[in-house]
Structure formats: C-alpha cells, structure tokens
T-cell receptor, first 115, second 113 residues
Framework: DQQVKQNSPSLSVQEGRISILNCDYTNSMFDYFLWYKKYPAEGPTFLISISSIKDKNEDGRFTVFLNKSAKHLSLHIVPSQPGDSAVYFCAASGFNAGNNRKLIWGLGTSLAVNP | GAGVSQSPSNKVTEKGKDVELRCDPISGHTALYWYRQRLGQGLEFLIYFQGNSAPDKSGLPSDRFSAERTGESVSTLTIQRTQQEDSAVYLC???????????FGDGTRLSIL
C-alpha cells in the first residue's frame, strides 16, 4: 500500500531546461511535504518543503507546487544543471491512527541532466 | 563534524551473527530516526526516538531488531541472528525537533553472506 507514489522511476532532461518531478499521495491527513535529493553512497539531503496551507514554495532554482484537491505535488528545477543529477525522494508527513507523526517516503525518481 | 555520523560505513558478516550499527546525530537534535533501504527500494522507516524514548517502534521488522539511544546523543541499532534479507543500507537521520526536516548520515551498508 504505497501512500506516496513517484510514478516515474527515471527522468532525463537537457542542461538548462526545466525538470519536473511528480509525486502523488493517497492520505488526506498528510499536512507537510518534503523533497530530498540523494547522491550515490550518500544519505538523502533535504531540499525543500511545503506545508498543506500553501500551494507553492520557491527556493532559488527549486519550486514545489502542491495541489491538495488532486493530492499531487511536483518539484520544478529550472534551469537544470548536470550537478542536479541524483535520485529525488518525495516524502509526506502526517499523524497516523496512533497519533504518531509519520514520514512516508516515495520510491524516488532518478534524474539525469545531460550537458 | 557538524553532520550525522554513522559507523561503520560498511559491514560484511555471516548469517546468524549479531551486528551493531552506530549513529551520532547532530548535536542538539532531539529527534533521531532509523531507516532501511534495500536495493531498488525506497526508504523504510524502522524506529523514531524523541530524546532517549522511542514513541514509535512500529517499523522494526522483527524482534531481532532493537535500538537504544543515550540521552539525546548516540544511538545504536542492533540486529541479532542476522539473515540475508537484512542486507540493506541502514540510514540514520536527526532533526532539531519532530516535524522538522531530517538530516541524514551516509548510512551503513550491511551485507549478510
């Protein structure tokens, strides 16, 4: 039962163009969403987050959009750079039935930015 | 260092042996998390500490897995009688408080022969 889905396992874009990574979730109790980037042999690194009270958050080249009615969020990277090549994980946070806050992770999308 | 530190970085052991993995969180971070990532899979939550108590152990896959944390510092994850399916990268993360972005270590790659 995958509550956070990243349906594209991989994505390839040209340097300078926009990269759009998508994430869908099923649980309407999620109220906080995060994107992490992971290079090989390293732990994930926090990139950007968004609260459910917002629909957009921007940080430099990175923008996250949240569509609550569609239970969909996306990460836009523009312009894409070769150093952005990594696996990107979407994660969603909310309280479970036991009143514990849980962070549920997607399986990741591998982004390749070609020079 | 300023980041989350995990040791060892790699561990190869025989099936049936016990292993202990260590995590040093960022100083001052009250929340600590253990995850597992098997090959080709996403991050699988194991356990969460707030201070030295573990309010959420729901992700531990079996009673062979246990974890402790000393105060708001070091944590150890112990796997007893290891099985081949325990082979994975074990990641530790810490955050200033719950519901804050987590900072990850580089993980321990565990291989069970």
């Amino acid at each position: 039962d995958q509550q956070v889905k990243q349906n594209s396992p991989s994505l390839s874009v040209q340097e300078g163009r926009i990269s759009i990574l998508n994430c869908d979730y099923t649980n309407s109790m999620f109220d906080y969403f995060l994107w992490y980037k992971k290079y090989p042999a390293e732990g994930p690194t926090f990139l950007i987050s968004i609260s459910s009270i917002k629909d957009k958050n921007e940080d430099g080249r990175f923008t996250v959009f949240l569509n609550k009615s569609a239970k969909h969020l996306s990460l836009h990277i523009v312009p894409s750079q070769p150093g952005d090549s990594a696996v990107y994980f979407c994660a969603a946070s909310g309280f479970n039935a036991g009143n514990n806050r849980k962070l549920i992770w997607g399986l990741g999308t591998s982004l390749a930015v070609n020079p | 260092g300023a980041g989350v530190s995990q040791s060892p970085s790699n561990k190869v052991t025989e099936k049936g042996k016990d292993v202990e993995l260590r995590c040093d969180p960022i100083s001052g971070h009250t929340a600590l998390y253990w995850y597992r990532q098997r090959l080709g899979q996403g991050l699988e939550f194991l356990i969460y500490f707030q201070g030295n108590s573990a309010p959420d152990k729901s992700g531990l896959p079996s009673d062979r897995f246990s974890a402790e944390r000393t105060g708001e510092s070091v944590s150890t994850l112990t796997i007893q009688r290891t099985q081949q399916e325990d082979s994975a990268v074990y990641l530790c993360a810490s955050s200033l408080r719950d519901h804050q972005p987590q900072h990850f270590g580089d993980g321990t790659r565990l291989s069970i022969l």
